[in-house]
């Protein structure tokens, strides 16, 4: 079985474009996250969608970040404009729920110069 | 709100011999769920292994198993035979239950870990 699909991997862009992440959580998983990987602050929770309902958006940073996830199996993170500070991987995460693993995509290394 | 605590930023064991990584959380709550990821330099987030806070018995996967306290909030990990491909970051991690409505996971800053040949 495929497992959470991420992408691009890697994503160089300058400051002040618009950037779009790329998740397609494993099929029949309900709950889907997005979490940001920096030195500074570790792994932290950005936003967590449950039946494509936003149920916690309480770590997205600021108005730059937006996350829709308009059917069961694709989820976008955007922010526009983008800074140096969001240079961090950034993780997208699906499970079952009910206390299950949640099951990681590969990430993607996001770099504004 | 619930952290996670993991005090041994790095570690290094010869490789055959046993590691024991630590984890010690705080929560009111009284079940949960304690994880063990693993990431290698590939960053990929690999599962090592759950515990279920209202079971008593200690989760082992093969060379993996945790030392679950629940009274005193700890949960390590120990990993028995250690090879090379055990050399990643290891990262603790805290869920609520179902019914709290948010089964986010809550990170630990992870540990560092190298298995020296």
């Known amino acids: 079985d495929a497992g959470v699909i991420q992408s691009p991997r890697h994503e160089v862009t300058e400051m002040g474009q618009e950037v779009t992440l790329r998740c397609k959580p494993i099929s029949g998983h309900n709950s889907l996250f997005w979490y940001r990987q920096t030195m500074m602050r570790g792994l932290e929770l950005l936003i967590y969608f449950n039946n494509n309902v936003p149920i916690d958006d309480s770590g997205m940073p600021e108005d730059r970040f937006s996350a829709k996830m308009p059917n069961a199996s694709f989820s976008t993170l955007k922010i526009q404009p983008s800074e140096p500070r969001d240079s961090a991987v950034y993780f997208c995460?699906?499970?079952?729920?009910?206390?299950?693993?949640?099951?990681f995509g590969d990430g993607t290394r996001l770099s504004i110069l | 709100a619930q952290t996670v605590t993991q005090s041994q930023p790095e570690m290094s064991v010869q490789e055959a011999e046993t590691v024991t990584l630590s984890c010690t959380y705080d929560?009111?709550?009284?079940?949960?769920?304690l994880f063990w990821y693993k990431q290698p330099p590939s960053r990929q987030m690999i599962l090592v292994i759950r515990q279920e806070a209202y079971k008593q018995q200690n989760a082992t996967e093969n060379r993996f198993s945790v030392n679950f306290q629940k009274a005193a909030k700890s949960f390590s990990l120990k990993i028995s035979d250690s090879q090379l491909g055990d050399t990643a970051m290891y990262f603790c991690a805290f869920m609520n239950p179902p019914n709290f409505g948010n089964e986010k996971l809550t990170f630990g800053t992870g540990t560092r870990l190298t298995i020296i040949p």
């Open positions: 995460a699906s499970t079952t729920g009910g206390g299950q693993p949640q099951h």
């Open positions: 929560t009111s709550e009284n079940n949960y769920y």
